[in-house]
Antibody, heavy 116, light 113 residues
């Protein structure tokens, strides 16, 4: 059974960059796309963007255009999310989620703290 | 972007009672080519990722208890819990997957009265 395994907790300085990975353990992404969703402390869910690993085609929410890059290494079934120019407002839990049509499988999340 | 709005923001219900959570989208989520409604419901408990409950507005995900049901059409949707159980305490989100960017409602916090 496929699980999404995310990289570990990160503590970053303002202005730095973040790279989080999401690996399909026990299988592959197949025809699914992989989305990134974040949740600031005490807040709701916010979509960042997604990618189809097989084709490498990515989409980004307008808010993150220019500082978000989502990439994939299909042979290793790993997707990456890189966010630059971090600010305190980027402190959140970052989730990857598999989507066929709907997001049916989620990683456990990567906690990111941005603090000087 | 499609805006998703939920009501109420929070509610407290007695055990065994019925729960109703509303979700409204700024555009119809019905895709007429296949007659599917591109609306999902998630449950999130503290310290856990969201869990898919309902997709296509009314189809229960495998393993989800049948006390959970989804309904609605076009722009107005409802998540119902027929008889509230202690383990249902959570925040519930609706989400559209008709178009990019995917968007979520602000969440409804459900507590026991």
């Amino acid at each position: 059974q496929v699980q999404l395994v995310q990289s570990g907790t990160e503590v970053k300085k303002p202005g730095s960059a973040l790279k989080v990975s999401c690996k399909a353990s026990g299988g592959t992404f197949g025809y699914y796309s992989v989305n990134w969703v974040r949740q600031a402390p005490g807040e709701g869910l916010e979509y960042l963007g997604g990618i189809v690993p097989d084709s490498g085609t990515a989409n980004y929410a307008q808010k993150f255009q220019g500082r978000l890059t989502i990439s994939a290494d299909a042979p290793s079934s790993t997707v990456y999310m890189e966010l630059t120019s971090l600010q305190s407002e980027d402190t959140a839990i970052y989730y990857c989620a598999r989507e066929g049509n709907y997001m049916d499988l989620w990683g456990m999340g990567t906690s990111v703290t941005v603090s000087s | 972007d499609i805006v998703m709005s939920q009501s109420p923001d929070s509610l407290a219900v007695s055990l065994g009672e019925r729960v109703t959570i509303k979700c409204k989208s700024s555009q119809s989520l019905l895709y007429t080519v296949n007659n599917h409604i591109y609306l999902a419901w998630f449950q999130q408990k503290p310290g856990q990722p969201p869990k898919l409950l309902i997709y296509w507005a009314s189809t229960r995900q495998s393993g989800v208890p049948d006390r959970f049901s989804g309904s609605g059409s076009g722009t107005d949707f409802t998540l119902s819990i027929s008889s509230l159980q202690p383990e249902d305490v959570a925040v519930y989100y609706c989400q559209q997957y008709l178009s990019l960017p995917r968007t979520f409602g602000q969440g409804t916090k459900l507590e026991i009265k």
